[in-house]
């Protein structure tokens, strides 16, 4: 059974930055592509980016594009994600997921983390 756990979330202002944690118990992160998706208040789970478990792609929404970053660390069995610039339209509650392959549908995966909340607001 594959336990996702995110972490460094907070309260940060506009223009910010935040790296985003997602470890696991049970499994290899390696294994899998990791998906961090992103819930605003009254709105729907939404793909943010992803990193494939085979080559590292990566993968990015188009509102985070050169703001965010995903990246592995395998050691750690960790896979990060770094938010730069962040905007107030950033905020939400943040999950990481995980599968066989990238996908910007929550549906596709099996595992999901409990989510961290990341707040930008001056």
């Known amino acids: 059974q594959v336990q996702l756990v995110e972490s460094g979330g907070g309260l940060v202002q506009p223009g910010s930055s935040v790296r985003l944690s997602c470890g696991a118990s049970?499994?290899?992160?390696?294994?899998?592509?990791i998906g961090w998706f992103r819930q605003a208040p009254g709105k729907e789970r939404k793909g943010i980016s992803c990193?494939?478990?085979?080559?590292?792609?990566?993968f990015y929404a188009e509102s985070v594009k050169g703001r965010f970053t995903i990246s592995r660390d395998s050691a750690k069995n960790v896979v990060y994600l770094q938010m730069n610039s962040l905007k107030p339209e950033d905020t939400g509650f943040y999950y990481c997921a995980a599968d066989l392959l990238c996908s910007s549908w929550p549906d596709e995966y099996d595992y999901w983390g409990q989510g961290t909340q990341v707040t930008v607001s001056s």
């Open positions: 990193i494939s478990g085979q080559d590292r792609s990566t």
């Open positions: 049970g499994a290899t992160l390696d294994d899998y592509a």
